[in-house]
């Protein structure tokens, strides 16, 4: 008699293997969450970062006084302007004449500040306003903080030492 040979699953064996990968999904989905927060995070506080680190650049070689706009919630925006700071860093394209960021290519982070009217000088690209900060803020509650010192130098620093940057203090 000839043995006849099966090809194939069976429905059990594709229902533990259905099972096992589901299982395997529901472990990693939220550490996948959380990087894709991190990298989003990081990206915000680098090119926000790179931008105010211009600015003092910008005030220097322009010999002009050169205006911070900031307007904070998660419709975020920070505009660079040599005029005033009446620009608007929202709007498509900015009024922002040198620089602008806002939320669009960074959605879920939210911007907070402390900062009222920042400006850097013109002859050394110092700042008015140093003891202040920007907070940019994922969904999933990691910040990072950005400080502008008297020297118009700007620091970023991980809340709790997230993202592998130095800890706030």
């Known amino acids: 008699m000839k043995s006849i040979l099966k090809k194939g699953f ?10 096992v990968v589901a299982i395997i999904l529901t472990i990693g989905l939220p550490s996948f969450k959380a990087m894709f927060d991190g990298n989003k995070l990081k990206g915000g506080a680098d090119a926000l970062y790179f931008m105010l680190s211009l600015t003092k650049t910008e005030s220097i070689k322009r010999n002009a006084d050169i205006y911070l706009r900031v307007t ?31 939320s669009s290519n960074y959605e879920g982070l939210m911007l907070s500040s ?38 118009g130098s700007v620091r970023m ?11 706030c203090p």
């Open 114 to 151: 402390t900062y009222v009217a920042p400006v850097f000088d013109r002859v050394r690209g110092a700042f008015n306003e140093s003891d202040k900060l920007f907070i940019l803020e994922s969904d999933s509650n990691t910040s990072v903080q950005l400080r502008i010192n008297i020297l």
């Open 72 to 102: 904070v919630g998660s419709n975020w925006c920070v505009g660079v302007n040599e005029i005033d700071a009446t620009c608007d860093c929202n709007s498509t394209p900015s009024t922002c004449t040198i620089a602008s960021i806002n």
């Open 10 to 19: 069976t429905l059990i064996e594709m229902l533990i293997a259905i099972a």
């Open 157 to 167: 620093c991980g809340v709790n030492g997230v993202l592998g940057l130095y800890a």
